[in-house]
């Protein structure tokens, strides 16, 4: 697969949706796959951060895509995108568990309480999130980036080559527009 | 709501760009600017503005979403003795199983929760298991107890927990529209769980709602004691705790303390911190560092460097939302500026020293902290406060001016005690000595306790509690070195902690100091000086408390005939003697005369003081009161005109929801009860209670006195079930504030024993004096049972018989001396 993801992408920007249908199976299956082998090496119970995933995807992919792999900013991009729907898959699996599993899930850990959004809100938020993408795509993905994948603005800032301050209004403004937007569904 | 179209979007994006990068000022004028060229825009920007408002208030996308799937197929596998179940969590410090223990030994199921190998950092193994051992010997009941902790077989270390199901503490209390003092009971057990393992020298480290869960029966319980320590590294805490944030990303430093965001060590004193940050969101719904959106520098800065917004002002905040603010404030059963009210103060001054960026300016351990949380429960004076003599002072008198306004309730209630007979008027007249105490002696108690504090040293005040009791009995000890060469102040010291010790109802040791002051003062200054008149005049008010009427009468004929001479007939302290004299004569069952006597002492400081003042208020409740006691139909319209005319000046002096207001609209409501004038007295009755829960609280004992005597008209009117569901509404608060024992508590089983009585219900009276006879009625009002004319058609009853022998013989080995 001699840079496939370049060309994918290059297809999907120039407006192939097979191309860009093929990119996301592509980043999710390879995503998916790296997941499950982080958790077998790194043994029972680990939890894996989605930022970690990604960084290591790309140095993944791009070692064996070689030069040509897009850079890293629009690969993030992309990958997050995928990642957005690899969480939403995850969650609706855990959601449909809780309701046919043996328990109640109670708020006995920690973190991930605190953390977790129900999956159905996921949705929402990630149907929004389509439209927004179509408004303001670097919205959209900014999103993708800090909320799914859980990158800081920080992060965010380095790789898009922007000041802090910038990410972080384009982060609220991106909130005003999906709150208005879940909101004005729910009115319906 | 419409959304917007791609393009409004668009046109409207670069604006946000600017006004989401101004100041919230800034952005106020800028909006008004470009209202005036384009009010259009203007508005859909508001409403955007207005949405960003509302969305960082609820903290919208600020928590990711669920965290990827971890390794499947632990389920089932075995750990020493326990069988895992199910993953029921998982996060940055590792994930948790529902485990149940498969040896058979005993039914039981845990929580086993890993952690992250990675985490555990160097010759981590040996410590976890060492850490480990000492935690397991932590036994609390609001402690998850840990059970076992060991590393499995493929390395990983893990704890096994007491698997606890309950809601996060701040979930709990929303969920259950706690009310302030609820919330900070339950608060309390979170605190004695700390305190227990602190004195383990276990520091928590992580105190946060996530790490206290309340179960559904209201049992508290902390999770993960000392588990941050676990992860921490031999001597390298800093970098431990910063190691701790970033490994688990979804912990957010909230609840850190300033000093483990600077990497020095964690100490009792960072729990005492972090409790004072769960203690600010339980009040008002909020983060210290105010609401989002928060970055984690801006939190950062905010936890080391900025002082957080106080707590009453956070809940009324012109920058929150008002819909977020009046939905916190109804979470807590109140409205964002009675929320605002119980904040403030003692409250504010809690949370503020606990959140004391310092840590040795933090209350010095969870203890003191709690102790002052249970004080503030208590009404009495907290420990923390910088100006602590002045505040002291006022907290007393607050305090005292509360027993004098009851006191004077009381009275009122003793009167309509005459003809309705239900349990307050009993109350009233073991009270009735407190009833006649002038009320402006608390604003000179006033004067003299805030002396008192001043000059007593701080250094020896500070750290804890003294009380005024403890002041005034070293006070008195002191008095004769400190004022030695000064025997007129010497005189004055005595006559004012005299009084101070009469009004706490301290009645012998008052009168040895007023009997000293006066005898100083006679020596020193002469019999007809205007102190010793003062003294002498005191001193009649205290054989009056005592019940030598006729000492106390020829006391204060002497001093008012003196102080007409010296002082002249219309100044206020010869108006003052016929005052005490009227009251005096009443007590006497003269009560024409004292009526009379006090009808011209009220003219007159009508016109010399004018009607608004004070005293002449003063005056004129003792007027009406006494327009009362005889009983006398035909004073009924003067009592009520006068009454009516106090409220009038109090509710335009004082406002509607002062104290004394709200007394004269009492009094006024008990007047027209009196005269027959069902419907009016119960409307202000009923508005009254209203202001009273609204401005007191639902469980002040004022507002629960006003719910009383409304239950007292309704039975009047034979309006049985009503009056029933109001003393039934009193005793349930009372059981829950006061507790089930309580005299307060069996006064209402009392009145509703005699409510069941007056119909007929003799077996349910009978029961429900059952239960209070003996245990906690009042032995005065067990003793009388027989002469309670609500309780006449028990008086045939052999049971009651047995009942009132039984309550006889009891309060007779009371009295006997063991």
Redesign the interface.
């Known amino acids: 697969m001699e840079s496939r993801i370049a060309a994918l992408i290059g297809a999907a920007e120039g407006g192939d949706s097979a191309a860009a249908e093929a990119l996301f199976g592509t980043l999710y299956s390879e995503l998916h796959r790296m997941?499950k082998r982080e958790?077998?090496r790194?043994?029972?119970?680990?939890?894996?951060?989605?930022?970690t995933?990604l960084h290591e995807a790309y140095l993944d992919m791009a070692g064996r895509d070689g030069p040509s792999f897009p850079d890293r900013a629009r690969f993030m991009g992309y990958a997050a995108r995928v990642m957005r729907g690899?969480?939403?898959d995850?969650?609706r699996?855990?959601h449909a568990?809780k309701r046919g599993?043996?328990?109640?899930?109670?708020?006995?850990?920690?973190?991930?309480?605190?953390?977790?959004?129900d999956h159905r809100e996921?949705v929402q938020?990630s149907e929004a999130l389509d439209e927004l993408g179509?408004?303001?795509p670097s919205l959209a993905e900014l999103?993708d980036l800090?909320?799914?994948c859980?990158f800081?603005?920080t992060e965010i800032a380095v790789l898009r080559d922007v000041s802090?301050?910038t990410v972080?209004?384009n982060?609220?403004?991106a909130?005003?527009?999906?709150?208005?937007?879940i909101?004005?569904d729910l009115?319906l | 709501?419409?959304?917007?179209t791609?393009e409004q979007?668009?046109s409207l994006?670069p604006y946000?760009?600017q006004a989401?990068?101004m100041t919230a000022d800034e952005r106020a004028a800028w909006l008004a600017s470009l209202g005036e060229q384009n009010p259009a825009l203007a508005a859909q920007l508001a409403v955007?503005l207005d949405?960003?408002r509302?969305?960082a208030q609820e903290g919208?996308?600020e928590?990711?979403?669920?965290?990827?799937?971890?390794?499947p197929g632990?389920a089932g596998q075995t750990l020493g003795p326990y069988t895992l179940?199910?993953?029921?969590?998982?996060?940055?410090?590792?994930?948790?199983?529902?485990a149940e223990r498969s040896d058979g030994r005993f039914e039981r199921r845990v929580?086993v929760?890993?952690l992250?190998?990675?985490l555990l950092g160097r010759g981590g193994e040996e410590r976890f298991k060492r850490e480990g051992s000492i935690l397991g010997r932590l036994a609390h009941p609001n402690i998850a107890e840990l059970a076992d902790a060991g590393v499995?077989l493929?390395?990983?270390p893990y704890l096994v927990l007491e698997?606890?199901?309950?809601?996060?503490i701040d979930q709990y209390c929303d969920q259950r529209m706690l009310d302030v003092q609820a919330r900070i009971r339950l608060f309390l057990d979170v605190t004695a769980a700390v305190a227990h393992a602190h004195a383990n020298l276990i520091v928590h480290r992580?105190l946060?709602p996530?790490?206290v869960?309340v179960r559904t029966d209201g049992q508290v319980k902390l999770?993960?004691f000392g588990i941050a320590k676990l992860l921490e590294g031999d001597g390298e805490g800093g970098a431990a705790t910063l190691l701790t944030l970033e490994a688990?990303?979804?912990?957010t430093p909230q609840y850190a303390a300033p000093e483990q965001l600077t990497g020095e060590a964690a100490t009792t004193a960072t729990d005492v911190y972090a409790l004072g940050v769960l203690l600010y969101v339980l009040l008002t719904g909020q983060h210290p560092a105010g609401s989002g959106?928060h970055?984690?520098a801006d939190l950062v800065k905010a936890i080391v460097d900025t002082e957080p917004t106080r707590p009453s002002d956070a809940v009324t905040s012109a920058k929150a939302n008002a819909e977020v603010t009046t939905s916190n404030a109804a979470r807590r059963t109140a409205t964002p500026e009675k929320l605002r009210r119980l904040l403030r103060g003692d409250l504010d001054t809690i949370v503020a020293k606990a959140l004391k960026k310092n840590p040795q300016e933090r209350y010095a351990s969870v203890t003191a902290l709690a102790d002052d949380l249970a004080r503030y429960l208590r009404h009495e004076p907290i420990s923390a406060r910088p100006d602590i003599f002045a505040y002291r002072a006022a907290k007393f008198v607050r305090r005292n001016r509360t027993a004098v306004v009851l006191a004077a309730l009381a009275l009122v209630a003793l009167i309509a005690g005459l003809t309705g007979t239900l349990i307050q008027a009993r109350a009233a007249r073991q009270q009735r000595d407190l009833a006649f105490r002038e009320r402006d002696r608390a604003s000179r108690i006033t004067d003299f306790m805030t002396n008192m504090f001043k000059v007593s040293d701080p250094s020896e005040a500070r750290g804890n509690s003294i009380t005024a009791r403890a002041i005034l009995d070293k006070s008195s000890q002191q008095i004769d070195t400190s004022l030695a060469k000064d025997p007129e102040a010497r005189a004055h010291m005595m006559y004012v902690m005299g009084e101070v010790y009469d009004s706490l109802g301290l009645v012998p040791q008052g009168k040895s100091l007023i009997a000293r002051a006066a005898e100083l003062q006679r020596e020193v200054l002469g019999p007809e000086d205007p102190e010793t008149l003062t003294s002498m005049s005191l001193m009649s008010v205290i054989l009056l408390e005592e019940g030598h009427y006729a000492e106390a009468e020829q006391l204060q004929r002497q001093t008012l005939t003196v102080r007409n001479r010296v002082l002249g007939p219309e100044h206020p302290d010869t108006v003052r003697s016929m005052s005490r004299l009227a009251a005096v004569l009443t007590f006497q069952g003269r009560n024409e005369e004292a009526v009379k006597l006090e009808r011209d002492a009220v003219a007159i400081d009508r016109r010399v003081l004018g009607p608004e003042h004070p005293e002449t208020l003063l005056l004129t409740n003792s007027l009406v009161s006494y327009l009362w006691m005889g009983g006398e139909p035909e004073h009924y319209p003067e009592a009520e005109k006068l009454q009516r005319e106090a409220l009038a000046i109090e509710r335009r002096v004082f406002g509607p929801e002062h104290p004394d207001t709200l007394n004269a609209m009492f009094n006024l409501a008990t007047i027209l009860r009196r005269e027959g004038q069902y419907a009016e007295s119960e409307k202000i009755f009923r508005e009254t209670l209203s202001v009273e829960s609204h401005v007191l609280g639902p469980e002040h004992s004022d507002t629960l006195n006003t719910r009383n005597s409304l239950a007292v008209l309704l039975t009047q009117q034979g309006r049985y079930n009503e009056a029933e569901e109001l003393y039934l509404e009193n005793r349930a608060i009372q059981r829950r504030v006061l507790g089930p024992a309580n005299a307060y508590t069996a006064d209402s089983t009392y009145n509703l024993a005699c409510l069941a009585a007056i119909q007929g219900y003799r077996d349910k009276a009978m029961a429900l004096l059952g239960e209070v006879v003996g245990h906690g009625l009042k032995p005065n009002t067990a003793l009388h049972m027989e002469e309670d004319d609500d309780l006449k058609s028990l008086r045939r009853d052999p049971r009651f018989a047995a009942l009132v022998a039984h309550a006889k013989k009891q309060a007779a080995a009371a009295q006997r001396p063991n």
């Open positions: 997941a958790l077998a790194q043994g029972a119970a680990i939890s894996l951060s989605a930022t995933l690899l969480i939403i995850h969650a699996e855990r568990q599993g043996l328990f109640e899930i109670t708020s006995l850990d920690t973190q991930s309480m605190e953390a977790a959004v996921l938020i179509k408004v303001e999103v800090k909320f799914f859980g800081t603005f802090e301050r972080q209004r982060w609220e403004k909130r005003i527009y999906l709150h208005r937007k909101r004005a009115s | 709501m419409s959304t917007l791609p979007w668009q994006s946000l760009d989401l990068a955007l949405e960003h509302v969305l919208f996308l928590r990711g979403p669920a965290a990827l799937p971890s390794a632990l179940l199910s993953q029921i969590g998982q996060g940055g410090m590792g994930s948790v199983w529902l929580a929760k890993f992250n190998v990675a499995s493929s390395g990983q698997y606890v199901e309950g809601d996060p992580d946060k996530s790490n869960l999770l993960d688990g990303r979804a912990m959106p970055t984690p």
